[in-house]
């Protein structure tokens, strides 16, 4: 027979980590993958505001069975007990949050869900990026994670609504290395409604992340929270 | 009792033009109109080509109950008859086509679906473009015209199957002039399994056309002709 320590290695489920994981969407991914079983780590700059974070979290989901465990941790922190870790963070601190977390995020799968828009009385646009894109961005700070682009168009409103069972949409995933985008397509699957589809490589993120701004244009007309749907899929 | 003129003014139906309708995807928007019972002019550097394209699509056509009547012209022509131009030129040919046709697509309605992409051994990807995007432009170019865009993310190849009795799949529709873009969208509503869906301003136009690299990507993997679906509207 297996030693305990064995059998957890083989059935081993991913850890995952969300910085930035007390905002809206870092708090609504946590919600839904830790539903579906997965252990998480919510990060924050601030502990403190992570553990409460967790807490909320850990209370919302005592009434699901199976939920993973939730726990909260500063970034670094909870960069180095994650093997997928989803960067949540508001565009304005993207560059230098990841720049400080390059060593601690090494050999991580790290799935950027970042969109860089700005916002005037016209509604939402593109933000020129230097790199391109936010998963460009990340790609060129940390040339020892396995850089994935996913979960731009997953509205916040609705992953935090636990009246809603399931999250209809599609979320496309883009990246360089097969086995992450594999990996978190299947991370998107996990949550019920959702589907991964592999969207391209890096270098066609920018379009990715920037649709969000027509996103929020269809919000406003229609009066909802709209997602993206891959028809032929 | 109104005059057989009052009635055709009354009842009129846009008359849609298409410049580079000989084109994969002007010739599949082409017969998906007619077939939905508007008249189309189909639209050509070459009025010979163009004609023979018209006819192609007329004997395709005469097994449709209530099909419009199509018909071919120089691309002049084609915009001076319409009421509605949809722009499917190739994105090497729509600065100049437009800069020439600015007169003649005055007072239309322009749905430019083009999208300025470049490809090479890795697929497809965005090209940069000086007004933002292909729809910037053609506004830049046509300041006499209304311009929108739509129809980006349709399959050529399912447009053109007439053994598909419906196309499924969102049409996002961007533009300035709310008149124009209720328009277009009541134009992709003809069309079985579309619906014209409010996008946002032309200044979004950008990732909208780009994103025709990430469904060529969704095309490659899936083997499939890929389109978009918005959620939630």
Redesign the interface.
């Known amino acids: 027979v297996s030693s305990p320590d064995t059998q957890h290695a083989e059935a081993r489920q991913p850890v995952l980590g969300l910085l930035g994981g007390t905002g809206e969407q870092g708090s609504g991914l946590a919600l839904r993958f830790a539903a579906s079983g997965l252990d998480v780590v919510v990060g924050s700059r601030d502990p403190g505001r992570a553990a409460a974070a967790a807490a909320d979290l850990s209370a919302t989901l005592a009434a699901v069975p199976g939920a993973g465990r939730v726990s909260g941790a500063d970034n670094g922190s909870c960069a180095r007990q994650s093997d997928v870790v989803v960067v949540a963070v508001p565009w304005a601190a993207h560059e230098h949050t990841l720049r400080d977390l390059a060593g601690e995020l090494a050999g991580r799968v790290v799935v950027d869900c970042v969109n860089p828009l700005g916002f005037d009385k ?5 933000l020129e990026v230097p790199q391109g894109s936010a998963a460009q961005q990340a790609a060129e700070l940390l040339p020892q994670s396995r850089v994935v682009a996913a979960f731009h168009h997953v ?1 916040a409103v609705l992953l935090r609504d636990t009246d809603l069972p399931a999250v ?3 979320v ?1 995933v ?1 990246g360089e290395d097969r086995e992450a985008t594999d990996l978190v397509a299947a991370l998107a699957d996990r949550i019920p409604g959702m589907r991964g ?5 890096l ?2 993120a ?6 969000t ?6 919000n406003r ?2 009066k ?10």
Chains 1, 2 share one sequence.
């Open positions: 016209r509604g939402a646009y593109a509205s209809h949409c599609d496309l883009l589809v592999f969207g391209g490589r270098r066609n920018r379009q990715v992340e920037a649709l701004a027509n996103l929020i244009s269809v007309r229609y909802t929270h709209a997602g993206v749907g891959i028809t032929g899929v």
